[in-house]
């Protein structure tokens, strides 16, 4: 499909009929969409952005995505379910709950980083957790290694202006 504003905002307001034209809406609006949020038309003056992007490997796309996403299940509930659905000796969790500062982006109402740390130290899978660099996160993690990573912030990684941002990696092996 051709990248138009009109089109953009026609299928933002038309929720798909069948599974197909469904999926379909999504990568239209996942593509072509600001910060891929499927709200906004994503132009800009200088390099064009979503909206410009060529459309020419989507069918190469949507075969990598069905490979990825070949035996995969995705679940939709709150960390404790899903603790309580697969926790196990052998299994292992990446982890990349709300930041410290900036849980409030996610519609969840504010997250409890405390009460999420007693959930982990129950635990007897491995997991990987990403956090924001903040006071409180050494703190509330000490007893498990912790390795200090910084990387370019922003959604527009060509923007020089874009500042970095640190984060932890913190693991229970
Ligand atoms: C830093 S973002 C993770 C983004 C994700 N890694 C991605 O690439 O899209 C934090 C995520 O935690 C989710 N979240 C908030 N509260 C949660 C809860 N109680 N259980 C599970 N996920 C939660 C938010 O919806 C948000 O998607």
Sequence with gaps: MVSSRELFYQLVNSPGITEIQKAARFLYLI?????SKGET???SRKSGGA???????MVELMKKVHTRLDRTIMENLSYELIFDKYDGPANFFYLDPPYFKGDK????????????ANHLKRLSARWLLSIDDCDRSPELFKQYEIIP???QQGINMKNPKSTVFKELLIMNY
């Design 149 to 151: 990573v910084a990387r």
């Design 51 to 57: 909206g410009f992007a060529s459309h020419y490997n």
């Design 31 to 35: 593509k072509r969409s600001f910060g």
């Design 41 to 43: 038309f994503g132009t």
């Design 105 to 116: 982006y996610y519609g969840f109402g504010s997250f409890d980083h405390s009460l999420f």
